[in-house]
């Protein structure tokens, strides 16, 4: 067979899947898919002229390129990406982890998880209720020694942000006792927006579940993630002390000796890997993935309501268990990438943490960034400007910041990245990882250009040398 048509061929192939495994259907979706069509046809077209390991060695170019772009705003970043079906790896690691010491970041460094604690909890309360030590859709008041007796709700529920749970008080006030905390958080109220995201199902679920800290380290453990944990040992971004921990009620509770399931985890990119390979390997059965990623309801939207409980809209319902599923506004609404499939699911972290998964197509993404919210980071407050060559900082709009735009990165409260013009002028107020949306982008194109390019050297070479090769550029030597 000719080189022209087993390259038209495995991209024919690679875009067929995508498009047989493809959720949800739509415009938007489809254009999603016909944009990863069209950057395959630029990697279709330079395999034509140039081998495949040139060829890969360029995607990898590339894609580093987009990596050091997007660290212009971050202190320090990790970005790591695997493709499980055809077994490519790729790790970037740029900048220092924030401290005095300047210590570079690298894949042992450990990075404040934030709410991707939050997936951390939804594993090990589906690895429970599989293992028929604890029932997930059992009603809270029921269950053995619960202390919250007014809700007559389910944990399934809860976790799934079926219910907007709001506490009497905030929990997260300063000198708070355990039993002022407690006070607060026992008797929450139900409130009328549901499917409404929240810290406070992961705080319930997570002092529900029985023996929880035993459990905790049992399946991580079997998860192989020895790196995940509360504590603040090792190599860590803004790592300064205890309190390194982003979030206030994690802060609080931790203070407390209250183990938090809504943020406080720290760990590597290499981890948050670990657990998409960990998915693949059967830890969680069938059952436990597809009510992972139910939202509970086949409705896209749910009624918004007012402080006064008048109804004044719609808002997407884009959750299932404490992670993003895949919506028809895509980007806009969520951090799944349309056009994926229905076991695409993707977690956030307030300090610039990213993982997306899509077990079906084999691809997984991480994007860790040092933590913008402590105070020892606060002070350290970065400006930089847009390089010349700049494809990847993006506007609102999707478009390009020109060349000299000044990107000043700090925390204020709520958003931590203020935009300007060359002369100053203001430009955009946004969060740190709404921004990262166009290397979520490029993550995903990259996998699938690896995919074209590895599965056209196979066909080529007729032979495993190259796929050995390959693995050493990517994996360090380790194999599959």
């Not at 991580?220 to 002390?241: K, M, R």
């Not at 921990?245 to 406080?264: S, T």
């Not at 740190?432 to 290397?439: A, K, M, V």
């Amino acid at each position: 067979m000719e080189k022209q048509e087993i390259i038209k061929r495995e991209m024919f192939n690679i875009i067929a899947n995508l498009k047989a495994n493809q959720n949800i259907n739509g415009e938007m979706a489809n254009e999603s898919i016909a944009n990863m069509a069209r950057e395959l046809e630029k990697t279709a077209a330079d395999l034509m002229l140039y081998s495949p390991e040139e060829v890969m060695l360029k995607v990898k170019k590339d894609y580093f390129e987009a990596v050091d772009t997007e660290a212009l705003i971050a202190p320090g970043m990790a970005a790591v990406i695997e493709d499980s079906k055809d077994h490519i790896y790729l790790a970037k690691y740029d900048g220092n982890i924030g401290d005095e010491t300047q210590t570079l970041v690298s894949k042992d460094t450990r990075f404040d998880y934030a709410s991707i604690t939050k997936l951390f909890t939804v594993l090990e309360a589906l690895k429970l209720n599989q293992d028929g030590l604890f029932d997930i859709h059992q009603i809270i008041a029921e269950i053995d020694r619960s202390p919250y007796k007014t809700l007559n709700i389910t944990v399934a529920d809860i976790l799934r942000f079926k219910y907007e749970l709001q506490t009497r008080g905030r929990i997260d006030e300063p000198g708070i006792t355990t039993a002022q905390f407690f006070r607060k958080l026992l008797r929450p109220k139900v409130g009328l927006n549901s499917h409404t995201y929240s810290d406070i199902p992961f705080i319930i679920a997570k002092t529900l579940m029985p023996n929880s800290r035993k459990f905790f380290t049992d399946y991580y453990n079997e998860l192989g993630l020895l790196s995940v944990g509360y504590d603040t040992s090792g190599t860590i971004t803004g790592g300064y002390d205890f309190e390194a921990v982003a979030d206030e009620k994690a802060r609080q509770m931790m203070r407390l000796g209250i183990q938090p399931g809504h943020a406080g985890l720290f760990g590597t990119a290499d981890d948050l890997i670990g657990v998409f390979d960990s998915l693949n390997k059967g830890f969680l059965s069938q059952d436990s993935l597809d009510m992972m990623l139910s939202p509970g309801t086949d409705e896209k939207y749910a009624p918004k309501f007012d402080s006064e409980g008048r109804e004044i809209g719609l808002k997407p319902i884009n959750r299932g268990m404490g992670v993003y599923i895949e919506h028809p506004e895509g980007l806009r609404v969520g951090e799944v990438i349309p056009g994926l499939s229905k076991y695409a699911f993707a977690i956030t972290g307030f300090t610039g943490g990213y993982a997306a998964y899509d077990l079906k197509n084999g691809f997984s993404s991480v994007i860790l960034a040092n933590p913008l919210t402590i105070a020892a980071t606060n002070a350290k407050v970065l400006v930089n400007k847009v390089p010349e060559n700049n494809r990847y900082l993006l506007n609102k709009d999707g478009q390009p910041f020109a060349a000299g735009t000044v990107i000043v990165s700090n925390y204020d409260g709520r958003k931590n990245i203020n935009i300007y013009t060359p002369e100053m002028q203001h430009i955009e107020y946004r969060a740190y990882t709404n921004i990262l949306n166009s290397l979520k982008l490029q993550q995903i194109y990259t996998l699938l250009k690896l995919r074209l390019t590895k599965r056209v050297a196979l066909a080529l070479a007729n032979s495993d040398l190259l796929v050995e090769h390959i693995n050493e550029e990517y994996r360090g030597g380790k194999k599959f």
